[in-house]
Structure formats: C-alpha cells, structure tokens
C-alpha cells in the first residue's frame, strides 16, 4: 500500500510524559525560575479591559521586596493594626495546623490537612474581601475561618467529629461548614466549588445584591472539567466573583506540570476566556491583599471576574496520609526563592517599627495556648472512634428534609444493629 | 381548565412558578429566547425577563454546578439539560454535590434544584438522543426521581418537585410530549386533546411526590411501569383482554411502595415494565422489592420487561423498543395458567 511506504520514511512519534526537575535527594537549583523585582509591577486601572493587561499573566505582583519594605503600585498601604492582625492570624493558623497534625498523629482523628506555607493564599485574600461575601473554598483556606472568627473549638470539634459537630460526624476532619460565616461546605471532590460560586455571583448579581463570591482551587484541579466551565460561565455571565488558584507546585505527588505549568502560567488560563488575570507571589501577604483588593473592587462594581493565581509552595505533606520525601527533593522547600509568608511579613513589621522579637515569642506562645485550650475543650466533647458521639439516628437524617420510607426501615434495622452490636 | 399536551402543561407548571416564587429561574441550552429545543420554555423570557429564564453555555457540569451554587443563594433553580443523553458531564455536580449538600453541610446549605431532562426513544434519536438514565439517579442517596405520564401530572408533579426542599430529578418521556403513545408505532398517535388528562388547571396545583396511580384496576396481575410505557402497557393488556392492574409509578424515589404492595397482594402476580435497558434498570429494584414483601403471595415468577442492553439502535428502534409483542409475551406467560 502507498500508505506503508510512506511512513516507512516517518520518524516515530513520542509520548511527553512530564517529569519534574527534582526528586528525592537531587540538589535544587532555582536560578531559572522568573522571580521579578517587587515593586516593578504597574498596577492596572481597575476598569482596564483584560485585553489591556494581558503582560500580568506572565508576570508576578510582589510588593515586599528584599530589604523588607513594602514598595510599588500595588502596596496596598494597610494601617498597623490591620498587619498585625494578618501577621496574628497566620500564626494561629500555622499553630493551629501544627498541634491538630499532632492531635492525628496521636491517633485522636483519621486524618488532617496542613496548609504551612500557604496561609497568605487564605488569610490576607479573605481580610481584602467584605465579610458578608461568600467564600467557596477548597480543603486548604482553614485561614478563611480564622480571618472571619470562626471559633477553634468549633473546628477541632469537627476534625474529632465528635458529639459537638456541628456537621454531626458527616465529614473528613478540615472539611468545615459555616453558612453563618458565609463559607461554603468543603467538598472533598475538587473543582466543584468552583461552578458553584459562579453560580452565586451569578445570582447576586440578578438580585442587584452588592455581595461578590471568592472561589478556591489548586493548580492541580484547574485541570478538572469544572473549572474550565466555571471560566466560561464567569466570562459569559460577567459574574462577580474572584477565582483563586492556589499553585502550590504540587497535586499530592503530581508536579504543577500534570496540569499544564510547562507550558504556561495559570494565570494565563484568564487571558484565554478574556477575563482579567493576575500572577501574584503568593507568599508575599501583601501583594495577595493588594491582587485580591483590586480584584474585588472589580467584581463589586460591575466589572466582573478575575483570575488569581497565587504562586507559593506547599511547605509540607499534602495530608496526614501523605509523604512527600517519596517523591520530591526536600531542599524544594528549604531553598524556596520567595521564602515564607509568616517570616516576610514578620520582618516587614519589625522593620516598619511596629513589631519586635519579643512580642513575636509572646504571639507564637499565645497562639500555642489558645489552639491547647481549644483542643482541651473539644476533647471533652470525645475523640473519633472512641465511643458513640453522635445519636444513632443522626445517620439517616439530612439525606432528605423529610425522611422517606426506606430509609425509616433502614434506621430501624440499624437501631436492632446497635442493640447486638453495644447492648444498652 | 384548559386543555393541554405535555409540553403545554410543563410550560404552564414553569410560568406558574415563576410567577409565584420570585427566587425560581429557568436556564438551560436554547431555552431563552428561542424557548427551548421542545418549546417546553416558549415565552418564559418574555414575560418574565432575562435574568428568570436564560440560555447557557453547552456545559452540563456548569448548568448544574451554578444551580447548586444559586441555591446556596437562596434561589430555586429549574435547569435544563436538553436531552437526558446529555446529562452525564454533569453527574458529579448531581450526585457529589447537589444529592449530598443538605447531609454534608448537616443542613446549613441545600439544593431546591428541579433538574428537567427529556428521556425516552421512538422519535429516531439514535443513541444520543433516546435513553432511559433513571436507574443511574434513582442509585444515589439524596436525590428524587419523578417521571409523568400525562399533562395533568406533568404540571402538578413538576409543581411539586420545584416546591420540594431537595433536589429533584424530573424526567420527561419525549415520546409522550404531543399525544399518548401506545407502542402500535405504525399507527397514528392521538393528540392529548382527546384525552381526559389533557384538562389541566391554569393555576396552581400539586400532584403529590411519592405517589403512584392506579390507572386501570384489575385482579389478573400488577403491572409496574412509568412514563411512555404506562401507555403502551396499559394499550397491550387490553388488547390481550387481560384483566391487569396498571400502576404509573410517577416517582421512582422514593417510589410508593405500599400502592405496589398492595395490589401484587392481591393479583399474586408482577410485571414490571420500562424502555431502559435491562440489567440494573430500575425493573430489578422493583422485582427486588415485592420479592421481598410479597413472595407468599406470588403465583408465578416477577416478569421484566426492558429494553435490551443495547445502545439505542437508529434504525432498529422498534426492534429495540420493549413494544406490544414483548410485554404480550411476557403477559401471556405470566397470566398463562389463569386462561387454561
């Protein structure tokens, strides 16, 4: 056939299999990683069309530069008493990560998820937006809660699922609930939230309401078929929402490339649907605040949607059922170009004057006493699997507002269940 | 009243809420503007604005996504996926996320969605464009699956399921749309006008969930089906001159159990019938179900008849379709005994 002989003059194709540059043991080498100067960032009008801004996507928003100092367009000029209250919430949260890991470890949980070295992606976004907005987070923004004052009890409650739950035992620990708080019910199931807060902005913007919706994902799940139609809808809809990727460079032990990052930036996926995007060192507090500042005021007032990716690096094991040392060079951390959020923005206050070591020590043992005394109080209320913590019949409410007939019979075979199993 | 085909009725029950419940709003592919590929949203927009009733993107997974999210804002969402064969991009949205948001959340966020789907062949559809996916809903915890059979339960059942707190899963038999299909495909299908369930109210009504209806009583054996097949079975047992019950199932979760209970207690025998195909199709569920609570009083094998497990063929659709000499056979074989 015509056909063979023609390929017998092909070369064979090949299969791209991505690889990150380093694995266990390898030496880092970070110096081709595109790390612009803070402060040399132009900080757009907020009624520029995203056509206009398209070079942001490729670049990186950084205010704190290298001497401490808060410098360029997008320092957001925030007052001392709202640094220190970022700074204050951080460290709670990293405490709070630290002793609940530990809690796991001891075996009085199944299961916790850290996010240490990424508590600016949460944290200093959440205090840029209203409270009255509607966060639809993914399982690492545990510092949305702590910025809006959820209490730690609540949460520890929930990771022991004990008879205190408010979620009664429903969900894997960190997949919090607060409808009060406007943060939306964890999935577990990746991308999903991010449809929906579309969905939301969409809605309040036909009531003419002045609420904006903030969405979650990682880098990994932008690769997800949700959020692809989130993109679209936001675009098509003009929806008033800010859409987070946090790119942590890792998906449990998939490098950022399995989603595309050899090719491009994530914030470049905005340029795409023609929404505004901007690339922001995501370990830079202030240039998160600042990112999500602007991309509020957008969204507030009419202007639509705006792609966020947050450059950081996930310091630590995806969860307490992961080990990152199987996998990746652990002087991936050690040597990241664009340090640690809590240390930065540590040093930025000391340098502005407001902030000393000493009063540092007193925050770090104060945010250690108040995560032991939440602990101590939850622990009152039981741990997982010791005991019954929540009433039996708990199990089958919620699947409807009303309980159907199958599942009565279901409960009732599983109170007769009970009887043998623990005898009153 | 009014009379009204199943399109018009649906139609009807979709401008009623509108106009009662501020927070309901209709979306979907083509339903805006143009009204909807089966005019089942044909002035809508109209009279009620774009925000009430607008066209989507071709995402099911986005439809559904922003519908559970427009819940968590208060609404009422009504969205429609264009044909039932569509609908699997956005399973994940309906079934991790809209079916488990009221237990996950322990009740902090909801999802008062109606999710509309035509279902059903015996239009040429091919295999896109004619299945039958109920028993893949009907599988997951927190979702309710309802499915009329004439205009006047189109509208008060899709009343019902809109006003209902949780989501619900309303699948319309497209076959049936225009007139009662009866499965005689070389015959012509009578309009609904000429039949009783074509007088609708013009208002407000419900037609309850979980409810079945007995539509023609008998003692010779019960006949389960719902949807297209009410009518097709209902046409063959009559034409066999067999004396069969004939319940129309209307909501598949929960399904009505003590209407089938009762009546397979009383005829001793059991056919279940539906276009979908065979094996985990809804029929097992229901052949489970009165194995289990009417054995004793069974006098012969329950008796399915399905679909095959075939995709949906486009030109041997009336030998795909479980038509009259199907349900014949398996009628004459489960009331055979009583005719000799």
Request: hydrophobic letters at 40%; glycine letters at 8%.
């Amino acid at each position: 056939m015509a056909d063979e002989k023609n390929k017998s003059n092909l070369p064979p194709l090949s299969l791209h299999i991505p690889e990150p540059k380093y694995r266990p043991g390898d030496v880092v080498d970070y110096s081709d990683l595109e790390i612009p100067e803070a402060g040399a960032q132009a900080r757009p009008d907020i009624h520029s069309a995203p056509k206009d801004m398209r070079d942001m996507v490729y670049d990186m928003i950084r205010v704190l530069d290298d001497d401490d100092t808060a410098v360029g367009p997008w320092d957001p000029k925030l007052d001392d008493e709202t640094l220190v209250k970022m700074l204050r919430t951080m460290v709670q949260v990293r405490t709070f990560d630290d002793r609940l890991h530990r809690q796991q470890r001891q075996g009085k949980t199944s299961f916790y998820m850290k996010c240490t070295g990424e508590e600016a992606t949460s944290v200093a976004s959440t205090m840029a937006l209203h409270a009255d907005d509607m966060c639809f987070p993914s399982y690492r923004q545990q510092g949305i809660l702590f910025v809006r004052g959820y209490p730690m009890v609540e949460m520890v409650n929930q990771i022991f699922s004990n008879k205190a739950d408010k979620l009664k035992g429903r969900q894997l620990p960190i997949m919090y609930s607060s409808r009060e708080l406007n943060f939306f019910t964890v999935s577990g199931n990746l991308a999903t939230q991010y449809p929906q807060a579309v969905g939301w902005a969409m809605a309040s913007a036909s009531k003419g309401d002045s609420r904006i919706a903030a969405v979650w994902c990682g880098e990994g799940s932008t690769a997800e078929g949700d959020f692809h139609a989130a993109m679209t809808f936001a675009a098509v809809y003009n929806a008033p929402v800010v859409l987070n990727v946090v790119n942590n460079q890792w998906a449990i032990s998939s490098f950022s490339g399995f989603a595309g990052a050899e090719r491009t930036t994530f914030a470049a996926r905005g340029a795409g649907y023609g929404i505004a995007a901007l690339r922001v060192d995501g370990n830079d507090p202030l240039a998160v605040y600042a990112a999500t500042s602007w991309a509020a005021e957008r969204a507030r007032t009419n202007q639509g949607p705006t792609l966020i990716e947050h450059f950081t690096y996930r310091a630590d094991a995806h969860s307490t059922s992961d080990d990152p040392t199987a996998y990746r060079s652990a002087q991936e951390r050690e040597e990241w170009p664009l340090g640690d959020p809590i240390m930065r923005l540590n040093k930025h206050l000391i340098r502005r004057g407001i902030w000393s070591v000493e009063q540092q020590e007193q925050l770090d043992a104060d945010c250690l006493e108040a995560v032991k005394a939440a602990v101590t109080e939850a622990a009152k209320n039981g741990i997982l699997g010791h005991g019954l913590h929540q009433p039996f019949e708990t199990m089958f409410q919620d699947v409807f507002e009303e309980m159907p007939w199958h599942l009565k019979e279901q409960a009732a075979q599983a109170n007769k269940e009970r009887e043998i199993k623990w005898p009153s | 009243m009014a009379v009204m085909n199943m399109i018009e009725a649906i139609n009807s029950g979709l401008e009623t809420m509108l106009e009662r419940d501020e927070n309901v709003v209709i979306m979907g592919e083509d339903v805006g503007y143009f009204g909807g590929v089966f005019r089942a949203t044909a002035g809508l927009q109209e009279k009620f604005g774009k925000t009430r009733c607008f066209d989507t993107p071709i995402s099911e997974c986005g439809i559904i996504g922003a519908a559970v999210g427009m819940c968590a804002y208060g609404l009422r969402p009504v969205p429609e996926i264009q044909f039932a064969d569509y609908i699997y991009p956005g399973m994940d949205q309906l079934i991790s996320e809209a079916a488990r948001l009221r237990y996950r959340s322990a009740g902090e966020f909801t999802a008062p969605m109606t999710v509309r789907t035509p279902v059903g062949g015996g239009i040429f559809g091919g295999q896109t464009h004619s299945q039958s996916p109920e028993a893949m809903f009907t599988h997951v915890s927190g979702l309710k699956t309802v499915i009329p059979s004439t205009p006047y339960d189109a509208k008060g059942l899709l009343i019902a399921s809109i006003e209902d707190n949780d989501p619900v899963l309303f699948l319309e038999p497209k076959r049936i749309y225009n007139g009662p299909f009866t499965g005689y495909y070389d015959n012509p299908v009578a309009p609904w006008s000429k039949f009783a369930e074509s007088e609708v109210p013009e208002g407000h009504y419900t037609v309850p969930l979980g409810k079945a209806k007995i539509v023609r009583e008998g003692d010779a054996v019960t006949v389960l089906a719902y949807g297209t097949m009410v009518h097709v079975a209902k046409a063959v047992v009559e034409e066999h001159g067999i004396n069969a019950e004939v319940i129309d199932l209307r909501t598949l979760v929960p399904v009505d159990i003590e209407t089938i209970e009762k009546s397979v207690k009383k005829t001793g025998r059991c056919m279940i019938v539906h276009e979908a195909t065979r094996t985990s199709g809804f029929g097992a569920e229901l052949s489970a179900l009165v194995q289990e609570r009417c054995f004793y009083h069974l006098e012969a094998p329950i008796e399915r008849v399905t679909g095959f497990d075939t995709p949906y063929p486009h030109s041997l659709e009336w030998a795909y379709f479980p038509g009259p000499v199907r349900i014949g056979e398996a009628l004459e074989k489960i009331v055979g005994d009583l005719k000799s």
